[in-house]
């Protein structure tokens, strides 16, 4: 029995990319793991006053995403773990796979006009981490 | 996208506002109005200095309506614009808080000059001071504020803040109640604050969190470490000197900072107790950091407010530093010749050596020699800036500004390693000093020591050296010294002989060396006492007096020496 | 290449500038203006484009500037007199410390309200008394993240409100979309209505030395109309949204969100709220003695560090200091614009355009910063233009009532929700949504601020021409 990550981020575009990774674990009997990174570095990007903790509120703004998600995998009969984490998404991917040990990384192929990421740079990310960290990494 | 819809949307922005304007601005300009007749006049207050923001009105009655107003500028002067028609008799009112009001008449022959068109000239008019009881209240206040820094019920900072807060709240709420109760308004309080020294401090730091990334620091002491082979007493002066020279040139608390955890290091490697190498080190940086002007706080302090310019520090005091320095070294090598002259110290493991040349690694090169470029240039403009009146604080923000544009590093990370703490308790603690200065008490201290040492220059030199000296190990020397320059301007005005800013370099002596008396006479102490705890090694307050009273006394006796002969024999 | 181009452009619009300049110049007389002049008008274009285009952080932007106006005036004005623009003693003077002071003590306030939790609790409780409603939940969310922004500053209630918002909005099943950009809009439109609001609101109210009770007197009444039509508008644009919108979330997450919306502190809420209770009446209060805002603020601040956590390093340390050096060093290089004759210069032009035509000046003092701040920086914006609005009220007859600087205001607030850059609410609202997967393009958020702002900027001209 393997284990799956699934990176995602909540929202219309990631719900196909979620789908797919609980049919997949369904279908291969691993266990899931959903990952959310918390990334602030968008905030550097302004010099309004930042006094507020931003990174713990968004964290509970993951956790409820990533508890969404939970709840869409036991629909389907599968308990799936919920995993968040702070920092540059590239380089927590890469901790995250290391440390569950996972042999499998999926991430979510733009969809519709609202993804974050376009087409190129999922791939290039999926290509640069299964190089580095050895574990598979598919785009779904 | 974004990008190009900002470029262009400037440019067009830009462009279009460009042309608007070039088209636009043919128009005609207003008539200048010719010059009506003025009444001038200076006010100066009971010691000839100039006073500021008294209201002068001119009125055809001595309590009547005002024909026009005028507030004094920073020299004492006032210019009232005389009306067209003018009535027979004109009066110029004068009122200022904390000030006696007072009524100057105008002879018919000044009426007479103003009605041809010609100004007139009032001359000085000498206001005297009123206790009032803003006078009390500012400075209870005062004396509240250095007890709870002194007794550190609160922090610095915090008693500061509250101490300007309330200045405020008494002043703008009290004054409906009781008129005298007014201290002074927020823009009024904000022209006491120095903001040269404020600027100063914040773009040192700045340029010392960039510097310090790059391991420098350590690989200094480090190689001081090297340099002595082993032998403590060697390695004692090396480490001292060390910390002097870093402390003449950045500030005293940033020095000891750099300086205490490696120090810490190599004691714990040789084996020796720590306090017998940061002691030392604390009480030099205190003592040679007055060499320059931007070696200490105080000393900025007192180049700001007297004009005296970094080469005139050097010049002047480093003679003096020079021999407290030697007479300081000789003093510790004999406190702790237990620790570095005993046996068996000294020697080190090849394993912990190596751990020590791994920790004094300079870790960015590249950055070093950016820093090291704009670092000569800071320097540079230091010492020669002040031909072309560049004052320090522009140079340090200059600097600041250049590694940050040109070694680009997180600017949030680095504006967050200045200590805005201590900062703001300067910004606050101007406040308060201001409100004490406003109100007159410095004046009516000014007058007590000047009644004291008379017109005696020698007597003077030594009140001023020792009373700041003893004064500064009970309360910290930045309020302290703030609250005496006026104090020694005067003296400065009034003694013959003193116009060579001489009681400056006593007050400078004094106060940065009294530092040495205790653990809360300077902020370097505190902040290498505060890490030492953390590394398990507590300085305690009467551990400090022990060793650090009688440094003091040799220390600020070596440099009176040298502030005698340089400027009562060499001035000859 | 692209960096190429972009410094061509650059390049190209600096030499306009100064052609023109130049070209006027030989037209008017010549001699009048001297070569610091164009030097002061050239760091200012420069910083004005290397923060709006990004080129650097905006604090070293800042900071770039003002440090080259005094490297003009020490180094080069010791050679030659006419290099000389201001010294370090006359800038400190033209900085607004109130304003400063001001920002520093609500960040204080600011950081320490932010940690009890009491705004995601409102919003919780509106949730609660919606019972699914969408579309009333939506109007209860815009309304709070309004009136929260009036009070505290307008990112700060962002960066609270957004995101519970989109957990909100997952849970009753709408867009986040239909929650988050009204709110944003509504925030921009709230930090008009009190002088602590937003940083022009500051500005403005500061430089005119403004007590908080007679700058909310007048702008309160505009800034309500405008968050009202903000509601109707909302309504309209996304009305299907509303409508379709079904509650599909086990109450698990419900249990979850509540969680999230917890009052952490409850201590430390009574105490903030207690001091902030306070420092509000004082700012009614002290008006009547001519305290002004930024002394009022101060007071607060320190009662509350002392009284709630007398930990004065981690307070400072939450305080964003990089903002207020941002700040310094816009009124330093505004400064130099003033002094060097820029500001006179173009006020004259502007007098002239508008013909001493009051209503032509309110016009054009709405619409312009109104256009412009879509697209540029508003902060050096707003600074730049208030001594041209002082200039404009001096020469225009019947200016005295200030019409001119709530013109200033409402344009530059207002004009912020036309693009997603117009202002940084905006800029960190879409960085949230980013966190939580919708991805909002620059057309996207362009749909419902380009009417909310066309709306609400006539409204205000309207407002201003009726009621001055």
């Known amino acids: 029995m393997g284990k799956i990550l699934c990176a995602t981020r909540g929202g219309a575009a990631s719900r196909a990319s979620q789908d797919a990774a609980i049919a997949l674990a369904q279908e291969r009997g691993d266990e899931l793991i959903f990952l959310y990174v918390v990334d602030i570095s968008f905030l550097n990007q302004t010099a309004a006053p930042l006094v507020v903790d931003v990174e713990s509120r968004l964290e509970k703004m993951g956790r409820f995403q990533l508890a969404m998600a939970q709840e869409r995998a036991a629909a389907q009969g599968i308990s799936a773990g919920a995993l968040v984490r702070r920092g540059q998404l590239r380089a927590e991917l890469l901790a995250a796979a290391r440390e569950t040990e996972a042999d499998l990384v999926l991430l979510g192929h733009p969809v519709g006009t609202e993804a974050v990421f376009d087409e190129a740079a999922i791939q290039s990310l999926a290509t640069s981490l299964a190089r580095e960290s050895g574990v598979k990494v598919r785009v779904v | 996208m974004r990008r190009w819809i900002r470029t262009w949307g400037l440019f067009a922005f830009l462009l279009s506002a460009s042309l608007i304007l070039a088209f636009a601005s043919r128009g005609s300009r207003a008539q200048e109005q010719p010059p009506s007749p003025l009444v001038t006049g200076t006010i100066q207050d009971s010691q000839d200095q100039p006073v500021e923001g008294a209201t002068v009105q001119l009125g055809a009655e001595a309590e009547g309506e005002a024909l026009a107003e005028a507030v004094t500028q920073s020299n004492g002067r006032y210019a009232l614009p005389a009306p067209q028609d003018l009535p027979d008799n004109l009066f110029v009112q004068i009122s200022r808080a904390h000030f006696e009001e007072d009524v100057v008449a105008l002879s018919a022959a000044d009426i007479q000059n103003l009605r041809n068109g010609e100004s007139v000239v009032v001359g000085i008019t000498t206001l005297p001071r009123r206790i009032t009881p803003a006078f009390w209240i500012a400075a209870l206040i005062f004396v509240a504020m250095l007890v709870l820094i002194a007794t550190g019920t609160l922090h610095n900072t915090l008693a500061a803040l509250l101490g300007a807060s309330l200045v405020f709240f008494v002043s703008y709420l009290g004054e409906p109640l009781m008129e005298d109760l007014f201290i002074f308004g927020f823009d009024r309080a904000l022209q006491y604050v120095d903001w040269n020294v404020i600027f100063l401090i914040m773009g040192m730091m700045i340029v010392i969190a960039v510097v310090e990334r790059t391991g420098i620091f350590q690989w200094l002491a480090y190689m001081a470490y090297r340099l002595s082979g082993g032998r403590l007493w060697l390695l004692l002066p090396i480490l001292m000197i060390v910390t002097g020279v870093a402390s003449a040139l950045l500030d005293n608390v940033t020095t000891m900072l750099l300086m205490t955890p490696i120090t810490i290091q190599i004691s714990l490697a040789l084996g020796i107790n720590p306090l017998a190498l940061l002691m030392p080190e604390v009480m030099a940086s205190n003592v040679v950091g007055i060499s320059t002007l931007i070696g200490t706080p105080t000393n900025i302090l007192i180049g700001s407010f007297a004009d005296i310019s970094f080469n005139d520090f050097l010049v002047n005091l480093t003679p003096g530093v020079v021999l407290a320095m030697i007479g300081l070294v000789l003093y510790s090598e004999f406190v702790y010749r237990k620790e570095i002259l005993a046996p068996g110290k000294g020697e080190i493991s090849p394993l912990l050596l190596e751990k020590l040349e791994e920790r004094a690694q300079i870790t960015q090169p590249g950055h070093l020699r950016k820093a090291a470029v704009v670092g000569t240039g800071m320097i540079l403009l230091f010492v020669f800036g002040e031909r072309i009146h560049l004052l320090p604080a522009v140079t340090a923000i200059m600097g600041a500004t250049a590694l940050l544009v040109w070694i680009r590093p997180d600017i949030e990370e680095m504006i967050e390693a200045v200590d805005w703490t201590t900062l703001v308790f300067f910004i606050t603690l101007f406040i308060v000093v201001g409100g004490i200065q406003e109100v007159g008490l410095i004046s009516l201290v000014a007058t007590g020591i000047g009644d004291l040492v008379g017109e005696n220059l020698i007597l003077a030199m030594f009140v001023v050296t020792w009373f700041s000296a003893v004064l500064s190990t009970v309360i910290a020397n930045i309020p302290f010294t703030a609250a005496m320059l006026p104090v020694v301007g005067y003296l400065t005005a009034t003694i013959p002989g003193a116009g060579n800013k001489v009681l400056f370099y006593c007050l400078s002596v004094g106060s940065a060396m009294g530092g040495n008396g205790s653990l809360i006479g300077a902020s370097a102490n505190m902040v290498t006492a505060g890490i030492a705890e953390r590394a398990g090694q507590p300085i305690t307050y009467l551990y400090f007096i022990k060793k650090g009273f009688p440094a003091l006394i040799l220390t600020v006796a070596l440099a009176m020496v040298w502030l005698l002969i340089r400027f009562l024999v060499l001035a000859g | ?468």
């Open chain 3, 1 to 468: 290449m692209k960096r190429i181009a972009l410094c061509a452009l650059a390049v190209l619009g600096l030499v306009s500038l100064f052609a023109g300049i130049w070209w006027l110049n030989g037209r008017s007389g010549g001699g009048r203006y001297g070569t610091s002049f164009f030097v002061s008008a050239g760091i200012f274009v420069f910083v004005f484009a290397a923060i709006s285009l990004r080129w650097m952080h905006e604090t070293s932007a800042a900071l770039l500037g003002a440090v080259s106006v005094w490297l003009f005036h020490y180094v080069a004005g010791t050679f030659f007199p006419t290099f000389q623009i201001l010294d370090f003693e006359e800038s400190m003077r033209f900085v607004d410390w109130n304003v400063i002071f001001l920002i520093l003590g609500m960040m204080i306030f600011m950081a320490m309200f932010s940690e009890t939790g009491i705004f995601n609790w409102l919003a919780f409780r509106a949730f609660r008394l919606a019972r699914g409603n969408a579309w009333l939940l939506g109007m209860a969310l815009i309304l709070l993240t309004g009136i929260v922004s009036a009070f505290l500053n307008d990112v700060t209630a962002i960066l609270l409100l957004v995101p519970l918002s989109i957990e909100i909005a997952e849970t009753v099943g709408i867009h986040p979309l239909a929650y988050v950009i009204p709110e944003v809009l509504a925030s921009n439109i709230g930090g008009a209505a009190t002088i602590i609001g937003d940083p022009p609101s500051t500005i403005v109210g500061s430089h005119l030395g403004l007590s908080f009770v007679d700058y909310m007197v007048n702008m309160v009444f505009i800034s309500a109309i405008c968050l009202v039509v903000l509601l109707v508008l909302t309504t309209g644009l996304y009305w299907r949204a509303f409508s379709t919108a079904r509650q599909r979330t086990s109450p698990a997450l419900v249990a979850q969100l509540e969680a999230d919306a917890r009052i952490t502190d409850n201590r430390l809420l009574k105490k903030t709220a207690l001091v902030g209770l306070a420092t509000i009446v004082l700012f009614f209060v002290g008006d009547q003695f001519g305290m002004p805002p930024s002394v009022i603020a101060l007071v607060g601040a320190a009662v509350l560090i002392t009284w709630v956590r007398p930990d004065m390093h981690r307070m400072l340390r939450e305080v964003d200091w990089t903002t207020l050096v941002f700040f310094i060093g816009i009124f330093v290089i505004v400064g130099a614009l003033e002094a060097t004759g820029v500001i006179g210069w173009i006020a004259d032009a502007i007098a002239h355009l508008a013909g001493d035509n009051l209503t032509t000046a309110t016009v054009l003092m709405v619409w312009i910063p109104g256009a412009a701040s879509g697209i540029v920086a508003n902060i050096p914006f707003t600074v730049a233009a208030l001594p041209i609005a002082d200039f404009l009220t001096a020469s225009i007859n019947g200016a005295g009532n200030l019409v001119l600087y709530w013109a200033l205001v409402l344009g530059a607030d207002l004009g912020g929700n036309a693009t997603y850059l117009g202002s940084a609410p905006n800029i960190v609202a879409i960085g949230l949504l980013a966190q939580a997967g919708y991805r909002v393009s620059f057309g996207r958020f362009m749909r419902d601020g380009v009417p909310v702002t066309i709306v609400t900027l006539a409204l205000a001209t309207l407002w201003l021409l009726l009621h001055y």
